[in-house]
Nanobody, 117 residues
Framework: VQLQASGGGLVQPGGSLRLSCVVS????????MNWYRQAPGKQRELVAG???????NYADSVKGRFTISRDNAKNTVYLQMNSLKPEDTAAYYC????????????WGQGTQVTVSS
């Protein structure tokens, strides 16, 4: 099983980025997917999640600004981030627990998002 995250970068406050995470080696469509982030010196935190049926949940800090979505035909989960703030600066990780493999917890390699003027 592999998770390949991409889409991070440097953006000015108020800007937007879209992160992508491509999953291979398992049955993508049956698994809930998550995006986490970790800023320097802070614990990793859940940003957003999406179930296999498309129900979503968000951290309070990103509600109304971030949108998680999935394309099962492309084995890809997305995180659209709008109105970015400096406090959104972090490494972002995609994650899921694989139902096929006894809920084994998989992590992507992380993609860096830096919000700065």
């Amino acid at each position: 099983v592999q998770l390949q995250a991409s889409g991070g970068g440097l953006v000015q406050p108020g800007g937007s980025l879209r992160l992508s995470c491509v999953v291979s080696g398992t049955i993508f469509s049956i698994n809930a997917m998550n995006w986490y982030r970790q800023a320097p010196g802070k614990q990793r935190e859940l940003v957003a999640g999406i179930t296999s049926r498309g129900s979503t949940n968000y951290a309070d800090s990103v509600k109304g600004r971030f949108t998680i979505s999935r394309d099962n035909a492309k084995n890809t989960v997305y995180l659209q981030m709008n109105s970015l703030k400096p406090e959104d600066t972090a490494a972002y990780y995609c994650n899921f627990r694989d139902i096929v493999r006894g809920n084994y917890n998989y992590w992507g390699q992380g993609t860096q998002v830096t919000v700065s003027s």
